[in-house]
């Protein structure tokens, strides 16, 4: 008589989990709302369960031939139907607004992921596909390099990391940069991008790759960007950059003209990226701080601080009352055992109206409005906020 292994039952264990965390999580918050002025509540729209990870795809050989073809789930959508992206670890994909899973597939090395379109890419592959979800490729040019979306724009990093091209959705190249070092990050703007760079300055670039302000924070010994955000108005920019100590510089515009107004010491020793991130409706920022949530408040040019369990994996304005949401995910200790995540929902004062947490090795969180979009593991849910 055969039985299974270890590990495929903690693989059932774990889903099952999962799913009894999902039926827990509405019936809390829908429950026992956190005080804010008056009740929030959480209605849940749907959820749907993801079919099992196809085999990954080859990539491409050292004589440059083609890839395998794709391994992906595709269900055509309606012509104009509105569809939601996400990635959950090694899998990507797009579902309806009624939770209809419309594509899935396996991140092949590199995955540029737009709101309805994407590029899913070999390591330096000599030419850029953009696909929609579909799965028909919507356009196509000759750059090597290293795709990004960013507020829907699609830039390309060069490979030695020190150029960036713009290119637009036709695939048209828009304009090209080669920056003064190693670019070590982008923020996108309506009109400006902003980069962040290895020799800790950053350069402010317009719709024609012109740089129109170049800028070297100042208060930390040792120089370098970790991160970078722009506001939605394009006036202001948050950077967190340097080594002892860290710091956090505000620059904001007035007249066309670009002055650092606020410097602060940070208690963070980063040595990776940092997300920072504008909120929307406002001049402020959140940004990553250690084990916590960092916010710089424009009105009284404060910070708050929020703890959190975990490395931040997600950070973005819920768009609801300015509430600000923010998700941790635990390392993983092995394949056949879950990490844990920690989701909390906050005021722009640090205030908590929601925190819980929950198992899980792959985690997703996006909002739009009153609505939030969650993927954990091999599952993938909608719920929107109400008041009552």
């Known amino acids: ?31 026992f709302p956190r005080p804010m002025g ?7 729209l749907w959820t749907t369960r993801l079919p099992a990870a196809a085999p990954v795809a080859a990539a491409a050989n050292a004589a440059g031939q083609a890839p ?9 959508a309606s012509p104009g139907e509105k569809l939601l992206a996400f990635r959950l670890g ?47 490729v919507v356009a196509s040019f000759a750059q ?9 724009r699609l ?27 190693i670019i070590t990050s982008v923020a996108a703007g309506v009109k400006l991008s902003v980069l ?15 740089t129109v302000y170049r800028d070297a924070p100042t208060g930390s010994s040792i120089p370098i960007i970790l991160g970078i955000a722009i506001s939605a108005a394009e006036d202001r920019i948050a950077v967190v950059s340097g080594l002892e100590p860290q710091v956090l510089s505000i620059y904001e515009r007035s007249g066309g003209q670009w002055t650092a107004t606020q410097t602060r010491r940070l208690g963070s020793d980063f040595r990776r990226p940092v997300l920072v991130r504008a909120l929307r409706g406002s001049g402020d920022f959140a940004f990553e701080g250690s ?81 939030q979009f969650w993927g954990v593991d091999d599952t993938i849910f909608e719920s929107e906020l109400t008041t009552g």
């Open 1 to 31: 008589m055969q039985t299974e292994g270890h590990g495929a039952i903690n693989v059932r264990v774990r889903k099952a989990l999962i799913s009894v965390f999902l039926l827990m999580l509405v019936l809390y918050i829908a429950l």
């Open 38 to 44: 008056k009740e929030l509540l959480v209605k849940p």
């Open 68 to 76: 395998a073809p794709h391994t992906a789930f595709i269900r055509p």
């Open 90 to 136: 090694d899998r990507f994909g797009f579902v309806g607004l009624d939770g209809t899973l419309h594509y899935l597939d396996n991140v092949r090395y590199g995955l540029a992921l737009g709101t309805d379109r994407f590029v899913n890419y070999e390591q330096l592959s000599p030419r850029i596909n953009v696909e929609n979800p579909s799965g028909q």
């Open 144 to 152: 090597d390099g290293y795709p990004v979306y960013l507020n829907d």
């Open 155 to 181: 830039y390309v990093l060069s490979p030695d990391r020190s150029g960036i091209s713009e290119y637009d959705k036709s695939g048209k190249l828009l304009w090209r940069h080669k920056a003064g070092s």
């Open 196 to 210: 962040g760079l290895l020799d800790g300055h950053i350069e402010i670039v317009d719709g024609t790759g012109t």
């Open 291 to 371: 084990e916590s949530v960092r916010i710089y408040s424009q009105q009284g040019r404060r910070l708050v601080s929020v703890p959190l369990s975990g490395s931040l994996h997600s950070l973005l304005g819920a768009g609801f009352d300015r509430l600000i949401l923010a998700a941790a995910l635990s390392d993983t200790q092995s394949s056949a055992s879950s990490g844990t995540a920690e989701v909390l929902l906050f005021l722009p004062d640090g205030r908590p109206v929601l925190r819980f947490r929950f198992p899980a090795s792959t985690l997703y969180v996006s909002a739009e409005g009153s609505r």
